[in-house]
């Protein structure tokens, strides 16, 4: 039901971090595919706890698959929140499985300081995408939109006000 890198303990992140090491890999590519089934578990599990929640239901009694979809509650919260107000849970599943990505994107850079490392030197490239499971297509979706913000690098953030400043500065020392 799902890769989603939900602890850091386990043999995925040990193998990238051997296919990093030894095998000399230099590049991780986060895949997700369309029509997911546990994404759309996870949606409707947050979509029925939240239903609970305002109707003041019990909680049925949790099973291991239950826990495993909890545990992407994170991942379909934000993307419901991320789609307009009343979204299906279709859309929500759909749009779960790109958040699900950069999630795993995150948690491994979060997990693994061999990974985190790595790419945060540029040894590495850790890249996103999805397969359409219907077309064979794979959408390439790059890097982590806040990579840098993730590896801590300065240098990758953009501050307005500095670059209005330098800009300034440059002018005014005639460059």
Do not use: W
């Amino acid at each position: 039901a799902g890769n989603s890198l939900s602890h850091a303990e386990g043999s995925v992140v040990g193998s990238l971090e051997y296919s990093i090491g030894p095998l000399g890999a230099k590049l991780i590519l986060v895949l997700g595919h369309t029509k997911c089934g546990a994404m759309m578990g996870a949606t409707q599990t947050m979509l029925n706890a939240q239903k609970a929640a305002g109707g003041g239901a019990a909680p049925a009694k949790k099973t291991t698959l239950d826990t495993l979809l909890h545990g992407l509650a994170p991942v379909t919260q934000k993307a419901q929140g991320q789609l307009a107000h009343g979204a299906s849970a279709e859309e929500i599943g759909a749009h779960a499985v790109k958040v699900n990505v950069f999630a795993g994107m995150e948690k491994l850079l979060n997990y693994s300081a061999p990974i985190r490392e790595k790419v945060k030197s540029g040894e590495v490239q850790l890249h996103g995408a999805v397969f359409d499971i219907v077309s064979g297509e794979v959408n390439f979706l790059g890097q982590h939109p806040r990579l840098p913000l993730i590896l801590g690098l300065e240098s990758g953030l953009v501050d307005a006000d500095k670059t209005l400043e330098a800009v300034g500065d440059s002018k005014a020392l005639g460059a």
